[in-house]
């Protein structure tokens, strides 16, 4: 069977470990005769009234859920019922073409996952680059059927914390560009409004994946295991930690550029106070020599109008006797 076209927003795939994956409609039948090794998920890709009560009358949901499946709130949570788990968690899409601009920031999607037994249920607004990225690594027939609900969930929570890995590796790439770009940058408020703007991205990264460390480790305690769900990978926790620690890595990495940058900006200061300042020594004898002979006193010398290039040629040859120093020093 093929899905319903009244029902675009709504994919309902089941997995079938005995026989063939497909898509077909829902309905109450289809979600109660549920085999042991098959798994239905049932995807609803925006968050409409009609499709929601669908949802309820299909799977039995109580009124609570449904309020929830109707609420785009960025609130991550995780409610257990006696049958069933419900996930609210976060995930970050990149608009197309967001990535090239520093200004532009990804947008937090909320997503949630109601699992029950041999079923699972997401809803969000909009496409989810980690539930296409998961569609398109299943080629044909799939050994999700042999899954229990809990394992799928850990598989969809695996492929948001993909997503966001995604993003961190973009930010990176953009950060090696930067780190080049400061040592030969010359307009320094172009320079610092990509830095800004990498800042704020991983800053909207953080603040997205903080708040799943509890509703994480909830999954993982000992008691979350349910009659008929299953239980999900512990693992999901340091799965989630490195995906934390990882944007605090890209962090680190956007200070030690910013750092690269005020050193090479310190050194080209220095360049140029190194600069006057020979430019000052070279100067100063001559001026200092020209204040002398300037002084309201007549002597023999300034009777001699040929002495004029004696004192211009004195003039030359200290400044020759600085710049012969400076190189020697090294200073130049």
Same mark, same amino acid.
């Given at each position: 069977?093929?899905?319903?076209?009244?029902?675009?927003?709504?994919?309902?795939? %089941?997995?079938?470990?005995?026989?063939?994956?497909?898509?077909?409609?829902?309905d109450r039948?289809?979600?109660?005769?549920?085999?042991d090794?098959?798994l239905?998920?049932?995807?609803?890709?925006?968050?409409? $009234?009609? @499709?929601?009560?669908?949802?309820?009358?299909?799977?039995?949901?109580?009124? @609570?859920?449904?309020?929830?499946?109707a609420?785009d709130?960025?609130?991550?949570?995780?409610?257990?019922?006696p049958d069933r788990?419900h996930?609210?968690?976060?995930?970050?899409e990149?608009?197309?073409?967001d990535?090239?601009r520093?200004?532009?920031?990804?947008?937090?999607?909320?997503?949630?996952?109601?699992?029950?037994?041999?079923?699972?249920?997401?809803a969000h607004?909009?496409?989810?680059?980690?539930?296409e990225?998961f569609?398109?690594?299943?080629?044909?027939d799939?050994?999700l059927?042999q899954?229990?609900?809990a394992?799928?969930?850990?598989? &969809?929570?695996?492929?948001?914390?993909?997503?966001?890995? @995604?993003?961190?590796?973009a930010v990176e790439?953009r950060?090696?560009? %930067?780190?080049?770009?400061?040592?030969?940058? /010359?307009?320094?408020? /172009?320079?610092?409004?990509?830095?800004?703007?990498?800042? $704020? /991205?991983?800053a909207?990264?953080?603040?997205s994946?903080?708040?799943h460390?509890?509703?994480?480790?909830? &999954?993982?305690?000992? #008691?979350?295991?349910?009659?008929?769900?299953?239980?999900?990978?512990?693992?999901?926790?340091?799965?989630? @930690? $490195?995906?934390?620690?990882?944007?605090?890595?890209a962090?680190?990495?956007?200070?030690g550029?910013? #750092?690269?940058?005020?050193?090479?900006?310190a050194? /080209?200061?220095?360049?140029?106070?190194?600069? %006057?300042?020979?430019?000052?020594?070279?100067l %100063?004898?001559?001026v200092?020599l020209?204040?002398?002979m300037?002084?309201?006193?007549r002597?023999d010398?300034?009777?001699?109008?040929?002495?004029f290039?004696?004192?211009?040629?004195a003039?030359?040859?200290?400044a020759v006797?600085?710049?012969?120093?400076?190189?020697?020093?090294?200073?130049i």
């Open positions: 069977m093929t899905a319903s076209p009244a029902r675009e927003a709504l994919r309902a795939t %089941l997995y079938d470990a005995d026989g063939t994956d497909k898509t077909i409609d829902l039948a289809a979600a109660e005769q549920l085999g090794k098959q239905l998920w049932v995807d609803l890709a925006r968050r409409e $009234r009609a @499709e929601i009560e669908a949802l309820a009358e299909a799977f039995d949901l109580p009124e @609570e859920e449904v309020e929830l499946l609420t709130s960025s609130e991550v949570r995780l409610l257990r019922y788990v996930l609210r968690l976060l995930a970050v990149e608009r197309e073409g990535e090239r520093a200004a532009a920031l990804p947008t937090p999607t909320a997503i949630d996952i109601v699992v029950a037994a041999n079923q699972v249920i997401t607004d909009g496409e989810v680059s980690a539930f990225a569609r398109e690594h299943i080629r044909g799939s050994a059927g899954l229990n609900a394992d799928f969930l850990t598989v &969809l929570v695996d492929a948001v914390l993909d997503g966001y890995l @995604e993003l961190v590796e790439r950060i090696d560009t %930067l780190d080049e770009a400061a040592l030969h940058t /010359r307009d320094a408020t /172009r320079f610092l409004r990509e830095v800004i703007g990498l800042r $704020r /991205r991983v909207l990264l953080r603040r994946l903080a708040p460390r509890w509703t994480f480790a909830a &999954l993982a305690r000992p #008691d979350f295991e349910l009659e008929g769900l299953g239980r999900p990978w512990p693992g999901i926790v340091d799965r989630l @930690e $490195r995906t934390v620690d990882s944007v605090e890595n962090r680190e990495l956007l200070i550029t910013f #750092d690269v940058y005020m050193a090479s900006e050194q /080209r200061t220095n360049e140029v106070m190194k600069t %006057l300042t020979i430019l000052s020594a070279i %100063l004898p001559a200092v020209a204040g002398v300037g002084m309201n006193f002597i010398f300034f009777d001699n109008p040929a002495n290039w004696i004192a211009i040629g003039m030359v040859a200290m006797v600085v710049l012969g120093i400076a190189r020697w020093r090294g200073w």
